[in-house]
């Protein structure tokens, strides 16, 4: 189970941190991967980040200067941050993971999310 | 990038298809959203072919060429969504949405 929380406004050119509180399985498991998914109003699906096992990380090329995902042992939680926000930035920020057990060896081996948090509103306005 | 039909529209009891289409899908395995208004996406459709436990065995999946399709039989009201393919792209490492497809059940 996933949910994320965090402030729900942010002003334009500060930093949006998030945190998605996992239950069920750790955060560093070799068996679970992880990831962020945003999606602007009204507008499709937008790939954030994955986490996977060991710290490997992969991030949106579009945010990557912007971004850094990391694992929080202690709470067994996600977090994102994300710097220097506009308007653009305004989204339902989801949590996402894969919880299918087995061995993942990376993205190339398995890559999709069959677990997802509720999602949390950030808007960003002055 | 991934294309998707804007909308598709289907009346109960029939077959919808949903379409994704990249010129360089090649061999990236294609993975298949459900998301209701208001609500997280739901995985539907894993690996081109395969189907979370539990899901309804109305939804199917294939590919051809550099398309891939989800198919729903036997459309019922519920099924009404907005679906969104996903790939990874292992050449600049990166995971990619489509464009996503407004499904109404008419």
């Given at each position: 189970?996933?949910?994320?929380?965090?402030?729900?406004?942010?002003?334009?050119?500060?930093?949006?941190?998030?945190?998605?509180?996992?239950?069920?399985?750790?955060?560093?498991?070799?068996?679970?991967?992880?990831?962020?998914?945003?999606?602007?109003?009204?507008?499709?699906?937008?790939w954030?980040?994955s986490?996977?096992?060991?710290?490997?990380?992969?991030?949106?090329?579009?945010?990557?200067?912007?971004?850094?995902?990391?694992?929080?042992?202690?709470?067994?939680?996600?977090?994102?941050?994300?710097?220097?926000?506009?308007?653009?930035?305004?989204?339902?920020?989801?949590?996402?993971?894969?919880t299918?057990?087995?061995?993942v060896?990376?993205?190339?081996?398995?890559?999709?999310?069959?677990?997802?948090?509720?999602?949390?509103?950030?808007?960003?306005?002055? | 990038?991934?294309?998707?039909?804007?909308?598709?529209?289907?009346?109960?009891?029939?077959?919808?298809?949903?379409?994704?289409?990249?010129?360089?899908?090649?061999?990236?395995?294609?993975?298949?959203?459900?998301?209701?208004?208001?609500?997280?996406?739901?995985?539907?459709?894993?690996d081109?072919?395969?189907?979370?436990?539990?899901?309804?065995?109305?939804?199917?999946?294939?590919?051809?060429?550099?398309?891939?399709?989800l198919?729903?039989?036997?459309?019922?009201?519920?099924?009404?969504?907005?679906?969104?393919?996903?790939v990874?792209d292992?050449?600049?490492?990166?995971?990619?949405?489509?464009?996503?497809?407004?499904?109404t059940?008419?």
């Open positions: 189970q996933l949910r994320e929380s965090g402030p729900r406004l942010v002003t334009p050119a500060e930093t949006l941190s998030l945190s998605c509180h996992v239950s069920g399985d750790s955060v560093t498991g070799s068996g679970n991967y992880w990831g962020w998914v945003r999606q602007s109003p009204g507008r499709g699906l937008e954030i980040g986490l996977y096992y060991r710290g490997k990380m992969y991030y949106n090329s579009s945010l990557s200067s912007r971004l850094t995902l990391s694992t929080r042992t202690s709470g067994n939680q996600l977090a994102l941050s994300l710097t220097s926000v506009t308007a653009a930035d305004t989204a339902i920020y989801y949590c996402a993971a894969y299918l057990g087995g061995t060896y990376g993205p190339d081996d398995r890559n999709y999310f069959d677990s997802w948090g509720r999602g949390i509103l950030v808007t960003v306005s002055s | 990038v991934l294309t998707q039909p804007p909308s598709v529209s289907v009346a109960p009891g029939q077959t919808a298809t949903i379409t994704c289409g990249d010129n360089n899908i090649g061999s990236k395995r294609v993975h298949w959203y459900q998301q209701r208004p208001g609500q997280a996406p739901v995985l539907v459709f894993l081109d072919f395969h189907r979370p436990a539990g899901f309804p065995e109305r939804f199917s999946g294939s590919r051809s060429g550099d398309t891939a399709t198919t729903i039989s036997r459309v019922e009201a519920g099924d009404e969504a907005d679906y969104y393919c996903q990874w292992s050449t600049s490492d990166q995971s990619v949405f489509g464009s996503g497809t407004q499904f059940v008419l």
